[in-house]
C-alpha cells in the first residue's frame, strides 16, 4: 500500500510542476505583445545605445556566418549534385540545382539554423549570465519591466532574419559550385 501512495504523490507532484511550467510559459507569451507595445509607444524604459551597440555586434557577425556556410554548404551540394549527375550526363545542370535548391529550400533552412542556432544560444548564454549575477532581480527591484527590458534585448537585433535570408540566397545562388574559376568538372 504504501507503494501505491508513493507512486501517487510522484504522480502529482510531476503534473504539478508541468502545470507550472505551462504557466510561466504562458504568461511570458502574454506579457510579450505588451512589451512590444510599450517599445512601440516609447513608454519601455530601457537605453537605446544598449541596443544600438547590440544591433551592430549581432547582424555583422550573423552575416559572416551566414556567408561561410552557406559557401561552403552550396559547394557541398555542388560537389553531391555534380557526382549524380555525371552518372546521365548532365553536369551541365549542377549551376541549376543549387541555385533552385538554395532559392526554395535550403536558404530559409539555413538562415533559420543560423538563426536560431547561434543568435538564440547567446542570448540564451547571456540570460544565463544576468540570471547568476541576479541582474534580472536587480531590474525588478528597480521598478523596471524585466520581460520588456530583456525581450527588447532579445527580439529587435534578431529582427533581421529577411535581410539575412537574402544574404543567403544571394550568396547561395551566386557560389553555385563555382572553383578556381570555373564549375566543377570531372
Known sequence: MRLHGSLLARLGQSVLSSVSRWHALLSFLARSPLALSAVLSGSAKFRGSIWRSLCRSV?????????????SWTEFLAFVGATQLRQFGAQIYVANLVGLGMAREMGAMMTGIIMAGRTGAAFAARLGTMTVNQEIDALTTMGLDANGFLWCRGYWPGADGPAALHLCLLVGISGRGRRRGGYIEF
Open 59 to 71: 547582424a555583422p557577425r550573423r552575416y559572416r556566418l551566414c556567408r561561410s556556410q552557406v559557401f
